[in-house]
């Protein structure tokens, strides 16, 4: 029993000497940082931090070794604070500007390596604003084109998190682009802040996705920090009228050419307000069961909400707001063409239409069918209405 102690005890001895002998390595002794910067502007390149480009790096001088990576942070800065001395293959790639190529770097304490290269899109001329009365957060920007493919979509996201990005954020609304923008135009996106935490700071940030190249990400703005107070926000009063459709369902609701859907994020009243977006004739259009309006052509007032996201694009001349009491466009029709709907601005209008220039071949008593329609929209556009109702003045 006694040997066999011993015999343990000499085991113990040995693992003991040996796992001290394993910890005998030299330490990491190496840093390697820096940043990657845009190749025209020497901005940094903003980034996602858990879903944005990478640093892939290899130790040169051994066989078969690991590829290891390293993310960028927000603001386009690296750092790797635990790295041998020695030589390494560095190449910044899989992200939201064209790869850099491939380069090997003498890695020696800290060493400090700014990429360089070119984003697919810059985004430029940013303002975010909030309204503290409507309870609203605007953005408007440019965007400048390096790679000649379409732009996807562009995106105002907010988060209490300063890293806010596609992959953190507690709020985004978007719009569909689908084109080759001209770094002429003006992007407007709106947010609600009834969601948001008031009292508390959010940061905001726009984000932009280019099409057709493998695993691009999204190009980001300098995120914006706002203290959303909603203690100010002035509720309107409740729409008056008869409500021909409060645009809370699809139901019945057609288009030519343009995706339909429910915003639940961005509406007048009610928990909805309907969207069309992208390119085409008919904006929407819908027929009823007869309606009675219960106006006259005298004083009768055909109301509603109405958001456009670029009204350059509404010609004076090409688009028209139709109902009608035969259940389909041009007979027995009353119509107003953008001009007659007032002034009209990006984001949400109150449009109010007079009904006395309806003819009498028009059944104010049995409504039966609405239409907004463009002759050809090109560019994508994206167009919400709520709130459809007939009142008296």
């Known amino acids: 029993m006694k040997s066999r102690v011993i015999l343990y005890i000499n085991i113990l001895l040995g693992l003991c000497l040996g796992s001290c002998e394993l910890d005998n390595y030299d330490s990491p002794d190496a840093q390697f940082f820096g940043s990657v910067i845009d190749d025209d502007t020497n901005e940094p390149i903003q980034q996602d931090l858990i879903e944005g480009s990478r640093i892939d790096f290899v130790e040169m001088g051994f066989e078969n070794p690991n590829t290891r990576q390293i993310r960028f942070h927000t603001d386009g800065t690296y750092r790797e604070n635990?790295?041998?001395?020695?030589?390494?293959?560095?190449?910044a790639l899989r992200g939201n500007f064209f790869s850099t190529e491939k380069?090997?770097?003498?890695?020696?304490?800290?060493?400090e390596y700014h990429f360089r290269a070119l984003p697919?899109?810059?985004?430029?001329?940013?303002?975010v604003t909030f309204d503290e009365i409507k309870g609203k957060v605007s953005a408007t920007f440019t965007l400048d084109q390096v790679s000649g493919n379409a732009v996807t979509s562009v995106h105002l996201i907010?988060?209490?998190n300063p890293n806010v990005s596609n992959s953190i954020r507690s709020a985004m609304v978007s719009q569909t682009v689908n084109a080759v923008v001209s770094p002429e135009r003006i992007f407007l996106?709106?947010?609600s802040t009834e969601n948001l935490v008031s009292g508390k700071d959010y940061y905001f940030r726009i984000a932009a996705l280019i099409s057709g190249i493998g695993e691009a990400k999204h190009n980001y703005s300098v995120p914006v920090r706002l203290t959303i107070d909603n203690s100010k926000v002035v509720t309107e009063p409740p729409a008056?009228?008869?409500?021909?459709?409060?645009?809370?369902?699809?139901?019945g609701w057609g288009s030519g050419g343009f995706t339909l859907s429910l915003d639940a994020f961005d509406k007048k009243e009610g928990s909805y307000s309907l969207k069309a977006e992208g390119t085409g004739v008919v904006i929407f259009q819908k027929k009823f069961a007869p309606f009675d309006t219960e106006v006259t052509r005298a004083d009768g007032v055909l109301a509603l909400d109405l958001y456009v996201s670029d009204i350059s694009l509404l010609g004076p001349g090409d688009s028209q707001f139709e109902i009608t009491s035969s259940g389909a466009p041009d007979v027995n029709e009353v119509s107003w063409s953008v001009n007659e709907m007032g002034e009209l601005n990006n984001g949400w209008n109150k449009v109010e239409l007079s009904l006395s220039?309806?003819?009498?071949?028009?059944?104010?008593?049995?409504i039966t069918f609405l239409r907004f329609y463009h002759t050809n929209i090109q560019e994508p556009i994206i167009v919400k209405i709520d709130n459809i109702r007939f009142y008296s003045r």
Request: with cysteine; proline share 0%.
């Open 82 to 91: 635990n790295l041998f001395s020695g030589a390494y293959e560095v190449q």
């Open 189 to 191: 996106l709106e947010m």
């Open 240 to 251: 008056i009228g008869k409500v021909l459709d409060a645009c809370e369902s699809m139901d």
């Open 120 to 127: 697919y899109i810059r985004i430029h001329n940013v303002d």
């Open 103 to 111: 380069m090997t770097i003498d890695i020696q304490g800290k060493t």
């Open 357 to 366: 220039k309806a003819g009498n071949d028009v059944n104010l008593q049995a």
């Open 158 to 160: 907010a988060d209490r």
